[in-house]
Nanobody
Framework: QVQLVESGGGVVQAGGSLRLSCAASGRTFSNYAMGWFRQAPGKEREFVAAISRTGGSTYYTDSVKGRFTISKDNAKNTVYLQMNSLKPEDTAVYYC?????????????????WGQGTQVTVSS
């Protein structure tokens, strides 16, 4: 069993930055790929970014490329999402997730454990 706790959400003006953190329990965190997803009101949950087990490979949805950066600190059992140049359309609840393999996937159904989510609101 893996438990995930997100933090770092909040309200920010357009153009601002936030850094989300996701702390994981369990000693096998370093064996897993991680992903960030988001869900806006009335919309389906969508893929944002993902990182491989070692952190050596990352992938982003087109709308956040060049603005968001995902990173993984296996020593701290934590994955981060640095979000810069935020836009109102980035407003959503952000979730981190664990995939119990070495490599990531953009399909949310491929992930095994989820955090409770953290709200990000970007005002115009």
């Amino acid at each position: 069993q893996v438990q995930l706790v997100e933090s770092g959400g909040g309200v920010v003006q357009a153009g601002g930055s936030l850094r989300l953190s996701c702390a994981a329990s369990g000693r096998t965190f370093s064996n897993y790929a991680m992903g960030w997803f988001r869900q806006a009101p009335g919309k389906e949950r969508e893929f944002v970014a993902a990182i491989s087990r070692t952190g050596g490979s990352t992938y982003y949805t087109d709308s956040v490329k060049g603005r968001f950066t995902i990173s993984k600190d296996n020593a701290k059992n934590t994955v981060y999402l640095q979000m810069n140049s935020l836009k109102p359309e980035d407003t959503a609840v952000y979730y981190c997730a664990v995939r119990r393999t070495s490599y990531y996937n953009t399909n949310l159904y491929e992930y095994d454990y989820w955090g409770q989510g953290t709200q990000v609101t970007v005002s115009s």
